[in-house]
């Protein structure tokens, strides 16, 4: 059975749900590099889970755009490989973790934990 959080905050879950991960709607501070670029877009995600994240922006990335990814959470950083999962053109992106470390992960698995649910 589906679970929701009428108030939006926390995680949710749907038959329908494509995700591996629960999301947990979080502001934490990410950048984000497309690979060779030297440039970054630093921002803050609206959603977060150990798979990804969604980050609100005017000027989304095309789908399939690879990057480097850097969350600071808890006065840490942790860093991985990501891919552009979706893209909606003026409202965001939906990026999706890759290639993260085990200690990288463990620090994401702590900050979600400490996030209201």
């Keep these: 059975m589906a679970s ?8 949710y879950t749907s038959p329908a749900e494509r995700r591996e991960h629960n999301r947990v709607k979080a502001g ?3 950048e984000l590099r497309r690979e060779g670029d030297p440039a970054a877009i630093r921002t803050k995600t ?14 989304t990335l095309e789908k399939g755009t690879n990057l480097q990814v850097a969350l600071w959470a808890n006065g840490e950083r942790l860093c991985c490989k990501g891919i552009v999962a979706t893209r ?10 890759l290639e993260m470390s085990a200690g990288d992960r463990r620090l994401l698995e702590n900050v979600l934990e400490s996030l209201p649910q």
């Design 28 to 30: 934490v501070q990410i």
């Design 4 to 11: 929701v959080n009428l108030v939006g905050i926390g995680s």
């Design 88 to 97: 909606h053109p003026q409202v965001g992106n939906g990026i999706q973790f």
């Design 46 to 59: 609206s959603d977060i889970s150990l798979g990804g994240c969604y980050v609100e922006m005017m000027f």
